[in-house]
């Protein structure tokens, strides 16, 4: 989706298009994955040199909370952003080696269903990272014993 279909949606939204918004959405739009604030705030400088660092974070907090983005850490130290898109989707990631292996949302639907019909609660599964060890350094820790 390109950031103009975005704005147009946040516009009917009820918040107002402006031209920092604009080239925010635009840097995650074309960083093809996830972006962190700070890379976002490096990529808009390059085009648009007084930006300021809050209004990015406040523009970051809106589109997450317009579900326009999603919000993943990835335990690095800082929170990563990423356009919303369907089909969702997570992430398995091997805390040896930092492999990351994207999963479809329906190997999560069980799980979403259980929660909501034994708790009555229901969850926020729209983009997480899940921390463990892949298949390589499971095998690998297993040959050194």
């Known amino acids: ?3 103009t279909e ?4 946040l516009k009917q939204t009820g918040y107002r298009r402006t031209p920092q918004r604009e080239m925010i959405l635009q840097a995650i739009c074309e960083s093809d994955g996830h972006i962190t604030a700070d ?3 490096a990529r808009v400088r390059k085009r648009y040199t007084s930006l300021n ?3 990015v974070y406040r523009t970051l907090d809106l ?5 326009f983005v999603n919000p993943t850490d990835f335990g690095r130290g800082c929170v990563t952003y990423e356009i919303h ?3 969702h989707h997570h992430h398995l990631v091997c805390r040896e080696c930092g492999k990351m292996i994207q999963v479809d949302a329906s190997v999560f639907a069980p ?9 009555a609660f229901s969850p926020d599964l729209d983009h997480f990272a899940i921390f463990g060890r892949c298949r390589k350094c499971q ?3 297993s040959t050194k014993r």
């Open 6 to 9: 975005f704005l147009k949606n």
């Open 1 to 3: 989706m390109q950031p």
């Open 39 to 41: 890379e976002i705030i």
């Open 63 to 67: 589109l997450v909370r317009t579900s």
């Open 139 to 141: 095998k690998a820790d």
């Open 53 to 55: 660092k809050s209004a």
């Open 111 to 119: 799980v979403e269903r259980k929660l909501r019909e034994e708790y």
């Open 85 to 87: 898109r369907d089909p």
